[in-house]
């Protein structure tokens, strides 16, 4: 059986077969971090869909990635970039840099290529520099939905999944993998299978550690302002 795992570079964080490369990691969460009460958060999502997918199977998928942030108190907006017309239009967040708390989510057709960093059986990957900073996720809807047909799933879910994975490195600020749960490296056919709430959700401290990163973009978003 095929299987997949997530692999990573020190600027690449990615889903695909058993066997990741040590990576260079962000600084560890400290104990002060866990300290800090975390607050409901906020971030926008610029979603560039270039899978040529059906329309109906990509809102379900992105339904399924923001139910997995709603459950760790982290509310997703997307905003919708697939329309080139959009890049026109005056003040469009599509045709500018991203600001504070916004990522951009390219979904891609296909599978990944051989590349130098990104294997061709990736589920997707995330970009982050040395520091752990990163605006960038990609997934690729072919892959998830040959994995999905694999384990005899509902494919969109799959995608969503991954999508959240992703997303989740970028808002953890490091492309270390957890044991278990969403952010595992390990993505096979019985994987995706799961059905407990757990093996799809963010651990506790996951969830804490990246609402305390987006409070901080947050306050220093207001200090910036004042």
């Known amino acids: 059986m095929d299987t997949r795992r997530c692999a990573t570079a020190s600027t690449l964080a990615g889903l695909m077969l058993i066997g990741s490369p040590t990576v260079r990691s962000a600084a560890p969460h400290t104990e002060a971090d866990e300290r800090r009460a975390p607050v409901p958060a906020r971030v926008s999502v610029l979603v560039f869909d270039r899978s040529a997918s059906d329309r109906s199977e990509v809102v379900s998928a992105l339904t399924t990635a923001r139910d997995v942030f709603e459950a760790a108190r982290i509310t997703l907006v997307w905003i919708d970039c697939a329309d080139v017309a959009t890049f026109r239009l005056e003040g469009s ?5 991203p600001k504070p708390n916004e990522f951009l989510l390219r979904i891609l057709p296909g599978t990944a290529q051989q590349g130098r960093d990104v294997s061709p059986l990736a589920l997707g990957f995330a970009v982050l520099d040395e520091s752990g900073r990163g605006v960038v996720a990609t997934v690729y809807a072919g892959a998830a939905k040959r994995l ?23 808002l953890l600020g490091t492309a270390r993998h957890a ?34 990163r987006l409070g901080q973009v947050a306050e220093r ?5 004042q």
């Open 221 to 225: 978003r207001d200090l910036t302002a």
């Open 179 to 212: 044991p278990r749960g969403l952010m595992r490296a390990g993505w096979d056919a019985s994987t995706v299978r799961r059905s407990r709430a757990w093996h799809w959700q963010f651990s506790k401290r996951e969830g804490e550690r990246i609402l305390h």
């Open 93 to 97: 967040p599509c045709a500018r840099t």
């Open 148 to 170: 999905a047909i694999e384990a005899g799933v509902d494919g969109p879910r799959v995608l969503g999944r991954v999508i959240a994975h992703e997303l989740g490195h970028l």
